[in-house]
């Protein structure tokens, strides 16, 4: 037979309050002791190593996407630097070509300030605006006109010699035409002998021609021609071309001599305008002549 067990009526045992009275002791102590005397650093750290594995794989996913940020913000900075040393690159050589481009304009100015000294003529510095793109003709614009005291017929020099002629003006702006122009032909002479030609433009190879010849001329290749002044509007002694050969027809008895112009409009942008007075070519000669009078005396 079950034996009869005793019904328990009432709860027997210490109350709430005071099992909690005990574990806050218990903990006071606790603090107390590891404060004092380190002794539960052994547990702690056996807690430690075993709670590790558990923390790492916690935090697994937050390393993971920050790993990934990392590099995508590594990517983006090293794209946006790449860009930007590429783009101080291109300024960089920018500054060097512009640089170098008014070195050499400040070197053909002096020497355009040179050529001055040498020429007794009042002059106005020009840079060219643009070259008109004709096949048939050879021109160039600048950038000064009658505002600057510049006339048709003005010749243009640059260090080299004789570049050409101003033909048509407007108040701003001034078209001229090359030396190998078929509109231009300059009173010349042979540097050697002093021997009296006329320069002719026109050649599709871009030289100039002496023409006209006879068989008593004394022109070889090799000769400097340069300007005798006359008529007035260029000044004598600028250098205008040197011949390269001689070419004889034997049907008409003359020949004619092929030169090379010494000037180089294609190289440069700026030149010097002779003001002459195209109005009265004499007076050009006549005030050069006592412009040298008096520097003789």
Do not use: C
Request: net charge neutral.
């Amino acid at each position: 037979m079950q034996g009869q067990g005793t019904i328990r009526l009432f709860k027997r045992g210490p109350t709430a309050e005071f099992r909690l009275f005990v574990f806050v002791v218990l903990a006071l102590f606790l603090l107390v002791v590891d404060s004092r005397w380190r002794v539960l650093d052994p547990a702690r750290q056996v807690v430690a190593v075993a709670l590790y594995p558990f923390q790492r794989l916690v935090l697994a996913p937050r390393d993971a996407i920050e790993s990934v940020n990392g590099w995508l913000d590594a990517a983006s900075l090293a794209r946006t630097e790449k860009e930007a040393l590429q783009q101080q690159r291109i300024e960089l050589a920018q500054i060097a070509t512009h640089a170098a481009q008014l070195a050499a304009e400040n070197r053909l100015l002096r020497r355009l300030l040179s050529v001055t000294e040498t020429v007794s003529q009042s002059s106005v510095a020009v840079e060219v605006l643009y070259e008109p793109p004709n096949a048939f003709s050879h021109h160039l614009v600048f950038n000064k006109g009658t505002n600057n005291g510049i006339q048709p017929g003005m010749p243009v020099i640059d260090e080299g010699g004789v570049v050409g002629q101003v033909m048509r003006v407007t108040p701003f702006t001034s078209e001229a035409a090359l030396l190998t122009d078929e509109k231009i032909s300059i009173p010349a002479q042979v540097l050697r002998n002093g021997l009296r030609v006329i320069v002719f433009g026109g050649s599709s190879s871009g030289k100039v021609e002496v023409r006209y010849l006879t068989g008593e001329s004394d022109i070889v290749p090799g000769d400097t021609l340069i300007t005798s002044g006359v008529g007035g509007l260029f000044p004598a002694g600028l250098l205008v071309a040197k011949v390269d050969q001689i070419v004889r027809d034997a049907a008409s008895g003359f020949a004619v001599a092929i030169a090379s112009p010494l000037s180089h409009p294609e190289r440069y942008r700026h030149f010097l305008v002779l003001r002459v007075d195209t109005a009265n070519p004499e007076s050009n000669q006549e005030a050069r002549q006592d412009g040298a009078s008096s520097d003789k005396q």
